[in-house]
């Protein structure tokens, strides 16, 4: 593949169209779809994020700070709606999404699975859509954290459509940083009421991570408006039935642009070009043709398009070849989503395989019988399948904790202060690779745990598990491979900036383990041990980010074969400050009331016991991971070429989904 654009014609579309559709039927036509697997229920765990929010994070102070009284029974009222609508509307859907998937018409339309359309209606008419959007721009004007809190609730319930809505999410927050008055005016109102769905198109079919390489062009029209030809595979809600219009936010370059990442600028290309008064043309042309939607193996209901662009209308937002610097506002948006798409899954994986741990009946506890009078004992009572769950609960809640705590710092982001911002997007710039690929690596664990734990029936479709499983796997692969934030990490976040804010972060992390090591809940529950141990943790980070620039000096590939380790040691590492964050906070709790009630005491003895496992079973990691990381390239990048089976071969119609005709001229 060259790195010239490509201009689809109408033969070309239609070859594409059959390539994603075999011929495609009439809905009425079409066959029936595969059947649904279990929908497991789902609720939403709002005491755990209560309990993070306003116990451990004090969030109601943080958002004082900001000028805004978000007491915790406002906070409470919020997600609570937001619940009602996932567990009602959301979380049945889940199963019937997966087996209907979408469907790509003969019009170039797509369709999505029953009742995508009717909940979206309801998503948007509650306001949801425009939660964290500024008032004057038709939305609710709450914080950003408030977005994050809301996705986990819906996300956990239903991903696929929650993508829906989170794309819509990061085109907002686009167009807010970085659109003129007048596009905010016509584009930003819409996708704030949810009228107007939003999307984000980097990649091309030669082109992934590499964005130095995008080939779509902008010409100008002269008239304020640009002419955007090309080709973006891999959209996620590129084409779909749920909105009138779509908003793509597009990667391009001008002509002359500098070569590289450099020559990139940012466009607003619509679906259907708007009249004046923001209504579409009735019988209008597409302004931006989706050729055809991905089969995937996951996230099935979420349409994955590729879009065609022809003399495609659009409009700059900013300035020329800045676009990569504006649409990482996109980025970090989606990869804080992506983030928290693996506590999603966890939380999912764990409502799933609780209950059926509680009432599967299999063997005799190696300790005795503790069902004697059932013909065996409950599975919950074995070791390796409470340690199964323990794993889960421990990364899906310390998973939260971490989630939330960079949605606070999140709220700066958008803060009229520039200097604010700067800081603000520095200083989670250092955690956004981490969470991303930390977190969806571990969702990947726990979805196979919680499979696991259903023994032989957890692969079986019809009881749900494994849905949570393949929808999971995708998150270590788009917005960024857990080997690509590994390198942004290591390379950009810390080598590049000198290690300034991984400085800054070890000194906070020393601290607050001080603080709370020397704190009134120190001598309970192993809790000093713990703060001891993080602080080391912490400063053992910057020893070894030191061993690894060692190892550099000589070998530059030892920053390669270094950075997922080092990416994983930092994740079990800041995992562990939030655990012991949470110990604190519960200890805090069961001393300042020992009269509580029973079942919050069962619950805050709950935070110290699972706490008490991430430290025993699961911090440990942390050690191999930070061994590996500094062990010598040479016995990943000795072996010759002609050492490789050079004799294996892709299948002959293996990476040519898009036809071998896409070297178009530029």
Not at 274 to 297: F, H, L, R, W, Y
Request: net charge negative; proline share 4%; with cysteine.
């Amino acid at each position: 593949l060259t790195s010239r654009v490509f201009r689809p014609n109408a033969s070309l579309r239609a070859a594409l169209a059959r390539r994603f559709s075999a011929a495609p039927a009439a809905i009425d036509d079409a066959p029936a779809p595969a059947s649904a697997g279990a929908n497991l229920p789902y609720t939403a765990p709002l005491r755990d994020m209560n309990f993070v929010l306003n116990e451990v994070l004090d969030a109601p102070a943080h958002y004082k700070k900001m000028g805004v009284d978000l007491t915790p029974d406002f906070l409470d009222s919020i997600n609570q709606a937001c619940a009602e609508f996932a567990q009602d509307e959301l979380a049945p859907l889940y199963s019937v999404g997966d087996a209907e998937g979408c469907t790509y018409m003969p019009n170039t339309d797509v369709k999505t699975p029953t009742g995508y359309k009717e909940a979206y209606n309801t998503w948007s008419q509650a306001g949801w859509n425009g939660l964290t959007v500024p008032e004057e721009y038709g939305g609710q004007g709450m914080p950003l954290s408030m977005g994050i809190f809301r996705t986990e609730i819906c996300g956990t319930a239903n991903w696929s459509f929650n993508m829906y809505p989170g794309l819509s999410m990061g085109a907002m927050n686009t167009l807010m940083l970085h659109a003129s008055e007048e596009q905010k005016q016509e584009y930003l109102t819409k996708l704030a009421t949810g009228e107007w769905a939003g999307t984000m198109c980097l990649t091309e079919p030669h082109c992934g991570t590499d964005l130095g390489q995008v080939a779509t062009k902008a010409e100008d029209n002269g008239d304020g408006s640009y002419a955007v030809t090309g080709t973006k595979i891999y959209i996620s809600g590129g084409e779909h039935d749920l909105t009138e219009n779509i908003v793509h936010i597009v990667l391009a370059r001008l002509p002359g642009a500098p070569k590289g990442t450099k020559g990139i600028s940012l466009f607003l290309v619509p679906k259907y070009v708007p009249n004046a008064d923001g209504s579409i043309p009735e019988g209008a042309d597409k302004n931006v043709v989706c050729a055809g939607i991905e089969t995937k193996m996951g996230i099935k209901s979420s349409a994955t398009a590729v879009l065609a662009f022809e003399n495609s209308k659009g409009w700059l937002i900013g300035k020329e070849n800045d676009g990569l610097n504006q649409m990482f506002t996109f980025m970090n948006t989606a990869r804080l989503g992506t983030a928290l798409q693996g506590v999603c899954h966890m939380e999912r994986a764990y409502q799933g395989a609780l209950p059926w741990a509680m009432e599967r009946a299999s063997m005799r506890a190696l300790s005795g019988k503790k069902y004697p009078d059932d013909v065996a004992d409950k599975i919950i009572v074995h070791g390796d399948v409470r340690k199964m769950l323990l794993t889960i609960k421990a990364l899906s809640e310390g998973g939260r904790c971490m989630m939330y705590d960079a949605a606070l710092l999140a709220d700066n982001l958008l803060d009229d202060d520039e200097k604010k911002r700067d800081e603000c997007e520095d200083h989670l710039g250092l955690h956004t690779p981490t969470m991303k690929a930390f977190l969806t690596e571990l969702g990947q664990e726990c979805t196979s745990l919680g499979m696991q734990i259903y023994g032989g029936a957890g692969f079986i479709k019809d009881y749900g598990m494994e849905q949570i499983h393949r929808d999971a796997l995708i998150s270590t692969k788009y917005e960024g491979t857990t080997g690509v934030q590994a390198l942004d990490l290591l390379g950009r976040k810390i080598i590049l900036d000198k290690g300034n804010q991984l400085k800054d972060q070890i000194k906070r992390q020393l601290s607050e383990s001080w603080a709370i090591g020397t704190g009134a809940q120190a001598g309970s529950h192993g809790i000093r041990g713990h703060a001891l141990e993080i602080a080391k943790l912490s400063g053992k980070w910057g020893l070894l980010t030191a061993q690894i620039l060692k190892g550099a000096a000589s070998n530059k590939d030892m920053v390669a074969t270094a950075s997922v380790d080092f990416l994983m040691y930092t994740g079990y590492m800041s995992v562990g400050f939030q655990w012991l964050k949470m110990m604190n906070a519960a200890s805090a709790a069961l001393a300042s009331d020992p009269n509580m009630d029973e079942k919050d005491k069962l619950f805050y003895q709950s935070k110290i016991d699972t706490g008490n496992f991430y430290f025993d079973r699961l911090l440990p990691r942390a050690y191999a991971h930070a061994e590996m990381a500094v062990k010598n390239p040479d016995s990943i990048m000795d072996m010759d070429m002609e050492g490789w089976d050079l004799a294996t071969t892709l299948p002959s119609d293996s990476g040519q989904a898009y036809g071998k005709n896409f070297k178009a001229e530029m």
